[in-house]
């Protein structure tokens, strides 16, 4: 019995019943067949009897190529992939997603396709959660390259760490000669209600204007007609599941694709002739939560090797006096403490409360209201890029519009 | 052509309580909260072996968008949100249960699959369905009938209308836990059909596990006389099996008769032409109010069909027709018809242009230049098959049971595992679980409800045949009082909803229930309490802080019956009733009792 | 000159000009005097002349009772003051902030103060900032004292650490007599367009109100017009300067003040006939914010010491792989991991992809939708109330509402 | 009496550019983003001595709530929902520039201080305002006047309307830069005062930092002549202090005369009493529309004011009329004018009824029961000050330069520290940087901008009389061409706001200008781009790549160069002309002029 091989068809009997499928797989003593009704059945293995090979059912091909141009219309568009649930495609006898891209697939489902020839690159997947640091180099290496060749550039990414990927990227580029836009999907694309469709279209349209950032393209609100372009260093996944899960923090997004056209903010920047690239990063940098039972111990153990450290603080952006020596401690030594709100939406304001007044002396930088990630990332950028000397002054100066100089009076914070 | 009639019947009951993946009551209260409305579109991809389903295909040919309408029984995950909560475990229960007593096999786990149905039913689209038992049977007086499956799955959404492509939905009805019970195609005729039904129906409807609405349960029949299975989609009445049965029946005989006299008929000369202009002065109203609304009327022959349009046996026009609808198309008007509906000046201009001939019938439709082509190409697909007697397909019932079509049979390509719930082991505890709740005949659950509760046996044939047992059940155990549970079941809640002109929701009920079993209020108290909450809407935290509900005992409880006694002797029969007509507020009949015997000495 | 006392009036020459005022204060070589106008000059000590003392000016009165009952109407509250701009007055002369209360003030300002008997207790001021869990357990202990003897109790507190409080709180009291409103305010009430007077409004009626909760009252939207009630842990202070920065998170306020009337939603809890505090909490709890530059190394480093561990993970509820040692390591030695989303909003759900399914395999306890900061007091909790043995059962029980059972569609996430 | 008169100004001057403590500018381009309206209550706290404000006590009893439109030109702050940001160094460089040009000695250190204002001018209640400079003067005709202080402080809230006890504000000019510059009470008469506001106005109009809005500048006037000082308001126009000065001298100096007569008149005797029922035919539309509106009308003696409500010398009317209308009373309508205004019939009634006794006067009212015993309140209160020529207030003018009675004087308790604003420090670098942009007087700054930028006298002194210096400096900066420049300002924008019927805005305008400075643009091609952007809304980046604004030059310019030659010969003083006959692409002339003469050989 062990030695029917996974994708055979095979006639068994299962508590008094005879029944015929095709054996998926085999795990933890249960045997997951697939009866011709389509169901799969979960059985033990011991339970089963009388089971018998028929034929071998040929696995389903899926798409090998890793490099390939796409060609159907005039806009050239580099579309790399790096895994994430947009990039998926199930398998339909396990149920398991592989991290593959057919583009047959974006023919059927991408309704204007025809407009543009894609430049498709498909990166080893990696699952965004396991993204780090060295990741964002090898994607930034790649979009240099194919923006020589394209336009603009989408970047295919995993929505759980899509806005970190974002973020570092705008920093790295200094300059862009075309748009690059990220697309996420929080329903994967075997679904038929995959927000990936849209996002896809959209994302096309994105990498086909004008503008010179990384930005970040998906669905605007739950429903399936507007996708919202956000600038990388403001966006932030602020729900789970969401299809309208990220979010421009404290403005507006700077793109928006609806009913097939896109307008993108006067506030975006322009294109640039070259693209340039700064692909140092520094990463021994952390990332605080304070909290009321943060101890200075704890604040001591992971900021010991850290060049910057950036606080997420409580409010306009403070932390209990407990932390005061750990933090004179680091900035005695030469590394950089630095501090933003763990509220997300609004600025840190140090000048309000002694608290804040104190911390200040202290030689924290406070940030205004760059968000927390994106100050981790601006500091790992920071640090590699610019003369130790300037980490101040080039922290405190509006890089890539990390910081917003006008906060509107949205409906909600 | 005298194949053997093979009948099988699948039966859809929800399931009242929760849905099946989250925490939303089956019921809603409101239509739309705030008006709010999802826009979404569904995308077809690609089965596993690379090709799509055809029944998606062709909803995909049809490209509408849709509308969901937000209820308030409806969280992220019908809005396609959030993924599934873990399977709501009474009803799992309750499915095994049913399948126990079906005497099916029960599967060791159950495993969720994802049913692609890209009709925009689902939000998801798709139906998460599971197999709970197999290979089971039921008892008829024809002998067993088999249940191939009983499955526990997801009810779709409500449609609401479909205007100009945009098809609209409520959510209220996603993911009510359904039972989808398969029989074997045992069933011989449509009389056995309905025996077999009202089997199995009412089986469950006893329990008092189906929802109280009218469409809770709903059949499909499964039809073969030899030319292929066709599924009869939704019928919700057990009169409405039989005739759809003997319709379909019919239907088949004469397609099977047609079927050799249409041997090679040229299709390809079907061929729509815009006849707009032979109707400008047309006497019909429908075709001049479409005309003015920008539509055209287009005609074409149809090849040797004159007399089996509508002829005494054969029903052609109505085959064309359901192709014509399914396209946005009001329908049909076709030769064997003519002249007729208003149409009768123009019917010499149609001939002279279209020219049919010998046996040729012909047809008129008014649609548009967008759609035309598509109908035309869709008329002359259903007419091979009809001629090939390919007959498989999925059709739809009306209320007098006359069937139509509606899309191809879904393909087996449409399912795939549901990875976002865990496989369920069905251990032996819950097992046992659902044994214990096993649905009863109604003459053991009358005896019960009888012996045990002490209720009479009016009352609980009347709790039985509104299927409110587990209803029932439930207040017994919140108020401790079987006789205050019938009570309130079958006159306090009536009462209340003829004064509020609305229906009383179980949860919003309960709250007060609860009250009352901790603070053993009688029948007056509770009647009251539930007057003042449902009624006069006083929170619940006011109202068992409010004078009237404070308790009365102690010295006040004395004084009063001190003061009774004065008027007019008290004693341990009198009593309650005489404390009653003083005062709304609650007390306890023991500690009356009590001081009364105290008083008497 | 060094011998003139703050508070007194003086003549004075500065560039050339005779001036009069009230020296208020001097510090790091400028001294700060209050001139006749009423503006504060600061000058530099050296470049003044000519100063003479006049007369010594009457320092303005605080309100120095620390309790006292406040008698105005009926409804009996509780009013602890714990520090925070709500319970702060400016010194006029200086501009300082001091955390006292003035009961005139509250007459002055607060428009239902009339229906109220306050039973007033100052504990010793703090900044929100610097509360730490022993903190908690003072204010509960008052709570408990002071709802002995008034119907409900408001407290006030300092914004930017309330959420935590209010969350500390709700564990604590299995049961309470009667409802419990934290108020804080955005702007100082010294400033007359501080939230605090309709704050404090709201918070006395719901205190007078009947609900056995925690709850948090601050302003709904930026007008002046409703004030929301927060379930304390629901509550998430989402914007650094707003007056509307507390939402309740993924779901409604349980209550509503609009128009000089309270409406409480009946998902509030019922008010309890005794008021039942578990006073003890373990402190030794890490919250840790995942992130791509996150290592194994600073997860080991904070964690080592921690009975519990509660992860701000991405999305779903994922970190990196690169985390599962040190993961496995927490977990073998009997200590506890729980997983939240660094999103806030949404749930998390470990069964959707394979990280997370994997993170289950290790021990993670998923926590639904709890916030990761409720997470982390929850945990204090129930490590020290509930035996070892039932840490993961409790921690996915829902004891005070802490997670949503089920998540409306709104607006935005 | 015959007191000196001492006359002080208070000037205010808005500066254009950015807000004083954030990153709006101080133009508005549209009223209300999305009608969003906050609303808001202001609420009195106690001062440093545990003393109200007066004028926070008076506010606080009309107890009013005020709605603020949020405008584009409005952030958070603006919103009172988050604390300022630094101050603008800018603004603050062009203060203590002023203050220097004006002999003023400037503070070492800048520290903000927050005045309590609570007519809801102000979303915080407060204003911030700072010292600059104080002990100045400038030298006038006939004399020195001092300047006691120079402060930089935020404008307030623009005032929309008052409804219903609702005021509504416009956002758009809170935030904005102000100057606040203070005279010594050194000016002797209105003519004075006229030149002293004009010398210190054209200063700052000149250097060109004020906004191009007609209230950019507004004065306030300090005077008195021995009965305290009265602060008139808002004076917008030279024109007005002079009127406005004059009837206030006119009106303290019968006041003074009549103070003497009334002297212990028993003014508890007003007391108003509802009349309205000898109105119920009255001919006076006025209040007939009032009392059907559900208004009342009261009639009250004023007791022995017949003949000085409204005499030849004596206005007493006018002071009472000031009381009413502060608490929304249209006014009144006394014996010295009556009948009048359609009132006529019912004063026979009036006099029996209200009874005014010798050298008594009376008057009606249409007010409301709410508010009538407030007025009457106010009338008292207002009486006996004048009866002791207690005459110390805020007084509003009217466009005629009458004034009128508006609050108490503010109190010297309103002010404390803003903590929030950490205090600056005028450094060396600071003052030097000030003194660099020192105002000029007119004749300096026209002989500097004609030979340093070379543009005629006449362009000159537009540039200066519309007050675009620093818009010109700006815009030659960024263009690097001060011809163009000029052109830009003095023909392309005024013909831009004419096609497009709008403002153009600075900060819209300067992206076009920087590309245009980048790129070399010419005039054509400039003026061709703001076409492109502001009246074709071509976005910028489409605007740069667009054919029309591709650069031509190399090989495509000199063909062209070469076809032109063809045509008819080209040499260096014909080329760029013809050039520019052919294309309206941008090119560079000095290529083009050395490809002539590389083709001329």
């Avoid at chain 2, 295909?57 to 849709?66: I, L």
């Avoid at chain 2, 509900?549 to 010295?555: D, E, F, R, T, V």
Wanted: proline share 4%; glycine share 8%.
């Amino acid at each position: 019995m062990n030695k029917i091989e996974n994708g055979t068809m095979v006639d068994f009997t299962y508590k008094n019943t005879k029944m015929k499928g095709v054996l998926v797989s085999s795990s933890e003593g249960n045997l997951n067949i697939k009866l011709m009704s389509g169901y799969n059945l979960l059985v033990p293995e011991n339970s089963i009897t009388d089971i018998k090979p028929l034929k071998t059912i040929a696995q389903t091909g899926g798409f090998e190529e890793k490099d390939l141009i796409f060609e159907h219309g005039p806009k050239k568009v580099a579309f790399i992939g790096t895994g994430g649930t947009i990039a998926s495609r199930v398998d339909y006898i396990t149920g398991a997603v592989k991290p593959v891209l057919n583009p047959g697939f974006l023919r059927e489902s991408v309704a204007n396709l025809s407009k543009f020839t894609l430049d498709i690159s498909l990166l080893e997947p990696v699952l965004s959660e396991n993204i780090t640091p060295n990741d964002w180099i090898l994607f930034a290496k790649t979009v240099k390259d194919k923006l020589s060749k394209n336009h603009g550039a989408v970047i295919l990414h995993g929505t759980d760490t899509m806005s970190y990927t974002a973020s570092a990227l705008s920093f790295m580029f200094q300059n862009l000669s075309g748009p690059v836009v990220m697309i996420g999907s929080q329903r994967s694309s075997d679904r038929p209600s995959s927000d990936a469709f849209l996002n896809l279209e959209a994302g096309l349209e994105f990498a086909a204007s004008n503008f010179g950032e990384v930005g970040i393209a998906m669905h605007q609100n739950t429903s399936d007609n507007a996708v919202a372009l956000h600038r990388g260093v403001r966006a932030r996944k602020m729900h789970s599941s969401r299809r309208d899960a990220f979010r421009s923090i404290g403005g507006n997004p700077i793109g928006k694709y609806e009913n097939g056209s896109v307008t993108i903010s006067h506030e975006a920047r322009a294109l640039s002739d070259e693209t340039v690239l700064l692909d140092k990063l520094e990463t021994s940098v952390a990332l605080i939560y304070f909290h009321p039972g943060l101890t200075a111990e704890d604040l001591a153990a992971v900021t010991e090797k850290k060049r910057a450290t950036v606080i997420m603080g409580t409010g306009l952006g403070h932390t209990g006096t407990r932390l005061y020596p750990v933090i004179r401690d680091i900035v005695g030594r030469g590394d950089h403490v630095l501090m933003t709100t763990q509220c997300l939406f609004g600025s840190v304001n140090m000048n309000v409360y002694s608290t804040g007044r104190e911390l200040l002396k202290l030689g924290v930088i406070p940030l205004s209201n760059m968000l927390p990630e994106v100050a981790m990332i601006k500091s790992m950028h920071v640090l590699a890029n610019y003369p130790d000397g300037e980490f101040s002054k080039v922290m405190l100066s509006n890089l890539r519009g990390e910081t917003v100089d006008r906060e509107f009076l949205g409906e909600v914070p | 052509m005298s194949s053997r009639v093979m009948i099988g019947l699948e039966i859809h009951i929800q399931l009242a309580g929760k849905k099946l993946f989250c925490d939303c009551t089956t019921e809603s209260a409101i239509e739309t909260v705030n008006g709010k409305v999802i826009e979404r579109r569904l995308i077809a991809t690609t089965g596993e072996s690379g090709k799509y389903d055809p029944a998606a295909v062709y909803e995909k040919s049809r490209s509408r968008s849709f509308n969901y309408s937000v209820t308030d029984n409806s969280c992220l995950l019908e809005a396609d949100e959030e993924p599934p909560h873990s399977v709501n475990s009474d009803v799992l229960k309750k499915a095994i249960s049913t399948a126990l007593s079906l005497n099916c096999q029960v599967v060791d786990r159950v495993a969720y699959m994802r049913k692609i149905v890209i009709d925009g039913s689902n939000t998801s689209g798709f139906q998460r369905t599971a197999i709970v038992g197999f290979n089971g049977y039921v008892e008829t007086s024809r002998g067993k009938v088999g249940i191939s499956s009983l499955c526990l799955e997801e009810d779709s959404c409500r449609k609401l209308e479909e205007h100009n492509g945009i098809v609209s939905y409520s959510l209220d009805r996603l993911g009510v836990p359904l039972m989808e019970i398969a029989t074997d195609p045992d069933i011989v005729d449509e009389e056995h059909a309905v025996e077999t039904a009202e089997i199995i129906g009412k089986k469950l409807l006893l329990a008092g596990w189906a929802r109280k609405a009218p469409d809770a349960i709903r059949q499909d029949v499964n039809f073969s006389m030899g030319h292929g299975r066709v599924e009869i989609k939704g019928v919700p009445k057990l009169s409405t099996i039989k005739a759809a049965i003997a319709y379909e029946k019919e239907r088949q005989t004469w397609l099977a008769e047609l079927s050799p006299i249409l041997k090679g008929t040229n299709w390809g000369r079907l061929k729509f032409q815009d006849v707009s202009h032979l109707f400008r002065n047309t006497k019909s109203k429908v075709i001049a109010s479409n005309l003015k609304a920008g539509m055209n009327v287009y005609g074409t022959v149809l090849p040797g069909l004159a007399g089996y349009l509508k002829g005494e046996k054969y029903r052609m026009g109505i085959e064309l027709a359901d192709v014509a609808k399914l396209f946005g198309s009001g329908g049909i008007m076709h030769s064997d018809e003519l002249p007729g509906y208003g149409v009768e000046d123009e019917i010499k201009g149609l001939v002279e242009l279209l020219k049919p001939g010998k046996g040729d019938g012909f047809t008129i439709i008014v649609s548009t230049h967008k759609v035309i082509g598509l109908i035309q190409d869709a008329m002359i697909a259903r007419l091979k098959k009809l001629e090939e007697l390919d007959l498989p397909e999925t059709r739809v019932v009306t209320e007098e049971g006359t069937t139509h079509y509606l899309r191809p049979l879904p393909g087996g390509e449409r399912m795939y595992p549901e990875t976002d719930v865990p496989s369920i082991a069905v251990e032996e505890a819950l097992l046992e679980a659902a044994r214990k709740i096993s649905p009863k005949s109604e003459e053991e659950l009358l005896a019960q409800l009888v012996s045990e509760f002490g209720i009479s046996k009016q009352d609980a044939s009347v709790i039985l045949s509104t299927t409110q047992l587990e209803t029932f059940q439930n207040y017994n155990l919140i108020l401790g009082d079987s006789k205050l549970a019938t009570r309130v079941i079958l006159q306090a809640i009536p009462e209340m909803e003829n004064k509020t002109g609305r229906p009383i929701s179980i949860p919003d009920l309960i709250p007060v229930l609860e009250e009352a079993g901790r603070r053993k209020w009688d029948r007056q108290i509770l009647e009251r309490a539930m007057d003042l909450y449902f009624v006069e809407h006083m929170p619940l935290g006011d109202l068992i802080r409010s004078d009237e509900m404070k308790p009365i005992g102690g010295n006040e409880l004395k004084s009063m019956i001190i003061l009774l006694h004065n008027e007019a002797p008290v004693n341990p029969k009198n009593i309650i009733p005489r404390i009653r007509s003083r005062t709304s507020r609650p007390f306890s009949p023991a500690e009356a009792l009590a001081l009364v015997k105290e008083i008497l000495g």
